[in-house]
């Protein structure tokens, strides 16, 4: 039986919900990754949410590990949302996630071993690179976009900062710049 470990992520940037959308996953096989894709899956509806980004990380990556012919898999999310309804703790009540969490349900069915488990941020950060790469690159590709959502983007102040900080960051939103800034100006410096 050929075993891998998945990983998937979601967001919904620069505001959530009705940002963009994009999903990431990576899988793994005996601590190596195999294999890695981020895209986006909706922009500017007031249906597109980080929840509804999450899903489709899930259904991408399960829907990739099945035709490549994986028929056990280790899935982690750090949607505790995601996972708890995959898992039948949660009802799923929302009618934009509906349709995605049966894809799921109806995918997890093709294999013949099939787990989810819920990990912190930290331990999915390959994923997460996925998605904010995939993020990132949608925005740089469509400057009609910067204007649009330009009240929650990083200000050019904030930007310079973390320039000077050595971060290059053009696709942040105002409140990860702050945070960010905040936390590298706390780091003593030699």
Do not use: H
């Not at 039986?1 to 940002?19: K, S």
């Not at 099945?66 to 280790?74: Q, R, T, Y």
């Not at 950060?125 to 925005?139: E, N, T, V």
């Amino acid at each position: 039986m050929r075993c891998i470990q998945l990983f998937f992520d979601g967001a919904c940037e620069p505001v959530n919900p009705g940002g963009i959308g994009t999903y990431g996953f990576a899988a793994f096989d005996g601590g190596r990754e195999i294999y890695g894709e981020g895209g986006v899956v909706c922009f500017g509806e007031r249906w597109c949410t980080n929840n509804y980004a999450e899903y489709a990380g899930l259904v991408k990556a399960l829907e990739w590990a099945l035709a490549g012919g994986f028929d056990c898999v280790s899935v982690f999310g750090d949607s505790q949302l995601v996972v708890r309804q995959m898992l039948g703790l949660y009802a799923v009540r929302a009618p934009n996630l509906r349709p995605l969490y049966e894809r799921a349900v109806e995918l997890s069915r093709g294999f013949r071993r099939f787990s989810i488990s819920w990990v912190p941020r930290g331990e999915n950060s390959r994923a997460d690179f996925y998605s904010k790469r995939a993020y990132c690159d949608f925005l740089k590709s469509r400057p009609d976009l910067r204007e649009r959502y330009g009240k929650w983007l990083a200000t050019e102040r904030q930007l310079e900062l973390l320039r000077r900080l050595g971060v290059e960051a053009e696709c942040l939103s105002k409140a990860e710049a702050s945070r960010l800034i905040k936390s590298r100006r706390r780091i003593p410096r030699s």
